[in-house]
């Protein structure tokens, strides 16, 4: 009998009619009369116990398939139960009594026969058991194993049911709020089933407590611990797939923040960037057509670098927002230790060597720890053919810190030097070769000698671009870390010129807020004016014995001066197409000396000026009341910290104009243009193969020339002559082109031929003589 139809004999119990009912009409009359139809139910029921019951036994006797040689041949079997099963799960909320064992024997049954169902009923049965999780019946906790089960068998459409419903069931348990009871014992169960060594089940749960942790769902210690601990697993691919993600986190991470954010918190985040004024009217208004398209496009340069560095420096510097599985490492040490041992043990193929490798390196850097015969194992491939020799410096680099002592790093930093920098050395070589030693020397500068480095300065000279940028960046590097070690036309204007490293162990306590010192240099420049107003408020009293006139026009020109402060001070800040513009830089006006012509405006001018130095002398007397009696009591207030952010804009502005030409290079040795960033912030900088290889042109194989010929060639027209854009132009045909084509009479044609005629004649005769003049009459 189908499962889909109840016969009248079935029927004839309960006293209804001879028609027939499919499940889903019988399924909707359930839901609207629960108690008028139980009879069906039960029978329904039994049904399915018989159905369940026979595939159990035939999966008890050691069928290798139901399918093969069981009732499951017949499609229609397995049909009819899984049409029962999902009718039983849609009408289970109705009939909690009557249906109270069905989730158990449902789930009974997936987990002992669910290797030998056939497949499209395995997959209904599963969307059964799905139905009832969704309705809460059934808890995820005690289905969680089955599903994790389910998820190793070789069906794809189970697979990806099984993964996304684990998936989905967790996020919607941790929506509203966290349940960290529920969420224990779900990691319980996931992280037994990691250390397990079957490697299907291993993989599966490795995958889903990545994936869990990728959406922040398991975003804590412990699953991050896991993660880490995976790296030991007896089975490679584990192991594998533990390491890709360590390394990938971070791109993960990126491309999940650029899909999430939408244009509006593009547009909030924008980064500000502030340009003097002078700057701008120079670019607009100073020079000729040519240089102001110069200054205009230097100007717009500047400004594309600086929001670079912004962007850079928001990304990399912000502890706040960065995050990685090995920063929640309870035991950094065992665990770089561990992964150190089985790295120098494993026969595993390079690729996967290089995975270990940059996973020690970072860990290392990121807790800085002390992992000495890492170092040696590392020189032992750095060679310029080595294969993938970059991402092999990245991270010897990324392993280097304060922490560690030179000794133990020097004899690496010497075979980079001898084996990548020299002249018999490529070009790309050499590049890189000074750009490991510059960042290995912007964590241990200690490493550097003076005699190395007036050696690798020389390079500053080369023709190659990538050679000479990476000699000038070191040259910048030791003119604020070290500037004793350069020659002196190397060391330019430094900001310290006693600056030196600090030595071995030294740690700088910070003893204020960073920037706090911008605030205090803009209170000198405040009272320094003052000052000077005051001075010349002092010079106006003591001359009051001298002329009336000249007391006068020096107060009303005073008085000038503040009037033309207080316009500039209100508007210090100007905004130019998406960027403010500092006034300040503008220069000062001066005030010019009033003349009076009558006597009444002398006496005017002098009660105005009376007026305004007993205001001045008042404000200087408060200016030295405050001086005395300090206010501030070393709290910055939140105006405070936006006013620091303000100004290192404007200071970053300032050194960039500097650094392009734009703005003349300032007397102030605090004006600094090289920022060593600090230990904290190295150890979160994550170097890569690319930035090493920066400004390196590779040479192109010919199948990529000829492409980028190809490429330039579309985007331009086609070669043709003259005379076949001539044929192709449109727009009418030109007046010597209609002439030809004109039917003239016969007359004009025989006169032009007869004309032309003795124009050659004429051209004929007189082609070989000279013509002399004419002679003279006797």
Same mark, same amino acid.
């Given at each position: 009998?189908?499962?889909?139809?109840?016969?009248?004999?079935?029927?004839?119990?309960?006293?209804?009619?001879?028609?027939?009912?499919?499940?889903?009409?019988?399924?909707?009359?359930?839901?609207?009369?629960?108690?008028?139809?139980?009879?069906?139910?039960?029978?329904?029921?039994?049904?399915?116990?018989?159905?369940?019951?026979?595939?159990?036994?035939?999966?008890?006797?050691?069928?290798?398939?139901?399918?093969?040689?069981?009732?499951?041949?017949?499609?229609?079997?397995?049909?009819?139960?899984?049409?029962?099963?999902?009718?039983?799960?849609?009408?289970?909320?109705?009939?909690?009594?009557?249906?109270?064992?069905?989730?158990?024997?449902?789930?009974?049954?997936?987990?002992?026969?669910?290797?030998?169902?056939?497949?499209?009923?395995?997959?209904?049965?599963?969307?059964?058991?799905?139905?009832?999780?969704?309705?809460?019946?059934?808890?995820?906790?005690?289905?969680?194993?089955?599903?994790?089960?389910?998820?190793?068998?070789?069906?794809?459409?189970?697979?990806?049911?099984?993964?996304?419903?684990?998936?989905?069931?967790?996020?919607?348990?941790?929506?509203?709020?966290?349940?960290?009871?529920?969420?224990?014992?779900?990691?319980?169960?996931?992280?037994?089933?990691?250390?397990?060594?079957?490697?299907?089940?291993?993989?599966?749960?490795?995958?889903?407590?990545?994936?869990?942790?990728?959406?922040?769902?398991?975003?804590?210690?412990?699953?991050?611990?896991?993660?880490?601990?995976?790296?030991?697993?007896?089975?490679?691919?584990?192991?594998?797939?533990?390491?890709?993600?360590?390394?990938?986190?971070?791109?993960?991470?990126?491309?999940?923040?650029?899909?999430?954010?939408?244009?509006?918190?593009?547009?909030?985040?924008?980064?500000?960037?502030?340009?003097?004024?002078?700057?701008?009217?120079?670019?607009?208004?100073?020079?000729?057509?040519?240089?102001?398209?110069?200054?205009?496009?230097?100007?717009?340069?500047?400004?594309?670098?600086?929001?670079?560095?912004?962007?850079?420096?928001?990304?990399?510097?912000?502890?706040?927002?960065?995050?990685?599985?090995?920063?929640?490492?309870?035991?950094?040490?065992?665990?770089?230790?561990?992964?150190?041992?089985?790295?120098?043990?494993?026969?595993?193929?390079?690729?996967?060597?290089?995975?270990?490798?940059?996973?020690?390196?970072?860990?290392?850097?990121?807790?800085?720890?002390?992992?000495?015969?890492?170092?040696?194992?590392?020189?032992?491939?750095?060679?310029?053919?080595?294969?993938?020799?970059?991402?092999?410096?990245?991270?010897?680099?990324?392993?280097?810190?304060?922490?560690?002592?030179?000794?133990?790093?020097?004899?690496?930093?010497?075979?980079?030097?001898?084996?990548?920098?020299?002249?018999?050395?490529?070009?790309?070589?050499?590049?890189?070769?000074?750009?490991?030693?510059?960042?290995?020397?912007?964590?241990?500068?200690?490493?550097?000698?003076?005699?190395?480095?007036?050696?690798?300065?020389?390079?500053?000279?080369?023709?190659?671009?990538?050679?000479?940028?990476?000699?000038?960046?070191?040259i910048s590097l030791f003119r604020e870390i070290c500037p004793s070690l350069l020659i002196k036309k190397d060391r330019g204007r430094p900001t310290d010129p006693k600056a030196k490293p600090k030595a071995f162990g030294e740690v700088t306590v910070p003893s204020d807020v960073p920037?706090?010192?911008?605030?205090?240099?803009?209170?000198?420049?405040?009272?320094?004016?003052?000052?000077?107003?005051?001075?010349?408020?002092?010079?106006?009293?003591?001359?009051?014995?001298?002329?009336? *006139? !000249? @007391?006068? #026009?020096?107060? &009303? =020109? /005073? +008085? %000038?001066?503040? *009037? !033309? @402060?207080? #316009?500039?001070? &209100? =508007? /210090? +800040? %100007?905004?130019?197409?998406?960027?403010?513009?500092?006034?300040?830089?503008? +220069?000062?006006?001066?005030?010019?000396?009033?003349?009076?012509?009558?006597?009444?405006?002398?006496?005017?001018?002098?009660?105005?000026?009376?007026?305004?130095?007993?205001?001045?002398?008042?404000?200087?007397?408060?200016?030295?009341?405050?001086?005395?009696?300090?206010?501030?009591?070393?709290?910055?207030?939140?105006?405070?910290?936006?006013?620091?952010?303000?100004?290192?804009?404007?200071?970053?502005?300032?050194?960039?104009?500097?650094?392009?030409?734009?703005?003349?290079?300032?007397?102030?040795?605090?004006?600094?243009?090289?920022?060593?960033?600090?230990?904290?912030?190295?150890?979160?900088?994550?170097?890569?193969?690319?930035?090493?290889?920066?400004?390196?042109?590779?040479?192109?194989?010919?199948?990529?020339?000829?492409?980028?010929?190809?490429?330039?060639r579309e985007d331009g027209e086609k070669y043709q002559s003259r005379a076949a854009t001539k044929q192709k132009k449109t727009g009418g045909l030109s007046n010597q082109q209609k002439e030809h084509k004109k039917a003239m009479p016969l007359a004009a044609k025989r006169s032009k031929?007869?004309?032309?005629?003795?124009?050659?004649?004429?051209?004929?005769?007189?082609?070989?003589?000279?013509?002399?003049?004419?002679?003279?009459?006797?």
């Amino acid at each position: 009998m189908p499962a889909t139809e109840i016969t009248a004999d079935a029927l004839s119990a309960s006293g209804r009619t001879s028609e027939k009912l499919s499940l889903p009409t019988l399924q909707s009359k359930m839901k609207c009369d629960p108690e008028g139809y139980e009879t069906e139910l039960n029978l329904i029921y039994s049904q399915f116990k018989s159905s369940v019951e026979l595939f159990q036994q035939q999966a008890a006797l050691n069928f290798t398939s139901v399918v093969s040689g069981g009732v499951g041949s017949d499609p229609t079997v397995a049909k009819d139960l899984g049409d029962r099963a999902m009718f039983l799960a849609h009408v289970t909320p109705f009939y909690p009594n009557q249906l109270l064992n069905y989730p158990k024997e449902l789930v009974e049954f997936l987990r002992s026969s669910a290797r030998v169902l056939p497949s499209s009923l395995r997959v209904t049965v599963t969307q059964a058991l799905i139905l009832l999780l969704n309705r809460k019946i059934v808890a995820i906790k005690e289905t969680l194993a089955l599903f994790m089960e389910l998820q190793v068998l070789t069906d794809k459409p189970l697979k990806e049911l099984a993964f996304s419903h684990i998936i989905h069931s967790i996020k919607r348990m941790n929506q509203k709020h966290k349940n960290e009871t529920e969420n224990r014992a779900l990691q319980s169960i996931l992280f037994s089933m990691l250390q397990e060594e079957d490697e299907k089940k291993a993989m599966r749960s490795l995958v889903t407590i990545c994936d869990l942790h990728r959406r922040k769902v398991w975003f804590d210690d412990r699953t991050a611990n896991a993660i880490c601990r995976a790296c030991f697993h007896p089975s490679s691919r584990i192991m594998i797939a533990a390491l890709s993600f360590l390394l990938d986190y971070e791109k993960i991470e990126q491309d999940n923040d650029s899909d999430e954010s939408s244009d509006e918190e593009e547009a909030i985040q924008q980064h500000h960037v502030v340009v003097s004024k002078e700057a701008i009217y120079k670019a607009n208004n100073t020079g000729t057509t040519s240089s102001k398209k110069k200054k205009k496009a230097k100007l717009q340069r500047v400004i594309r670098s600086m929001k670079k560095k912004q962007r850079i420096s928001s990304e990399r510097n912000d502890n706040l927002n960065y995050y990685s599985p090995l920063n929640a490492l309870t035991d950094a040490q065992g665990f770089a230790e561990k992964l150190f041992s089985r790295l120098q043990t494993c026969s595993e193929r390079f690729e996967i060597k290089m995975m270990m490798v940059k996973v020690v390196a970072r860990t290392v850097g990121l807790h800085r720890l002390i992992l000495l015969n890492f170092y040696p194992f590392l020189q032992k491939y750095v060679q310029p053919h080595q294969r993938d020799v970059t991402n092999l410096l990245a991270a010897a680099v990324q392993a280097c810190h304060d922490m560690v002592p030179p000794d133990a790093v020097e004899p690496l930093f010497k075979q980079i030097v001898n084996q990548f920098v020299h002249d018999k050395s490529r070009t790309e070589s050499i590049a890189v070769g000074l750009n490991v030693v510059r960042e290995i020397c912007l964590r241990i500068p200690l490493l550097m000698t003076e005699d190395l480095l007036q050696d690798l300065v020389l390079y500053k000279k080369s023709h190659e671009k990538a050679v000479s940028s990476a000699a000038r960046s070191l040259i910048s590097l030791f003119r604020e870390i070290c500037p004793s070690l350069l020659i002196k036309k190397d060391r330019g204007r430094p900001t310290d010129p006693k600056a030196k490293p600090k030595a071995f162990g030294e740690v700088t306590v910070p003893s204020d807020v960073p920037g706090a010192e911008l605030l205090l240099d803009e209170d000198d420049d405040v009272s320094n004016a003052s000052d000077e107003d005051g001075e010349s408020i002092d010079a106006d009293i003591s001359t009051q014995g001298g002329s009336e *006139s !000249e @007391e006068e #026009e020096e107060v &009303d =020109d /005073d +008085e %000038e001066m503040g *009037s !033309e @402060e207080d #316009e500039v001070s &209100d =508007d /210090d +800040e %100007e905004e130019v197409d998406g960027m403010s513009i500092d006034s300040r830089g503008s +220069e000062k006006r001066k005030g010019q000396k009033r003349k009076f012509e009558d006597f009444d405006g002398e006496l005017d001018g002098a009660n105005q000026s009376l007026r305004a130095l007993k205001r001045l002398a008042g404000a200087r007397l408060e200016s030295e009341a405050t001086t005395e009696e300090p206010t501030t009591d070393g709290i910055l207030s939140n105006e405070d910290f936006q006013r620091i952010k303000e100004l290192k804009a404007k200071k970053d502005a300032k050194v960039a104009l500097t650094n392009h030409g734009i703005l003349k290079k300032s007397s102030d040795p605090k004006s600094t243009v090289f920022k060593v960033p600090t230990s904290d912030q190295l150890s979160l900088k994550r170097v890569d193969g690319y930035s090493l290889e920066a400004n390196i042109r590779k040479k192109m194989t010919k199948e990529e020339r000829k492409a980028l010929i190809k490429a330039g060639r579309e985007d331009g027209e086609k070669y043709q002559s003259r005379a076949a854009t001539k044929q192709k132009k449109t727009g009418g045909l030109s007046n010597q082109q209609k002439e030809h084509k004109k039917a003239m009479p016969l007359a004009a044609k025989r006169s032009k031929i007869e004309r032309s005629r003795r124009q050659k004649k004429l051209k004929a005769k007189t082609a070989g003589k000279q013509f002399r003049g004419r002679k003279a009459w006797k």
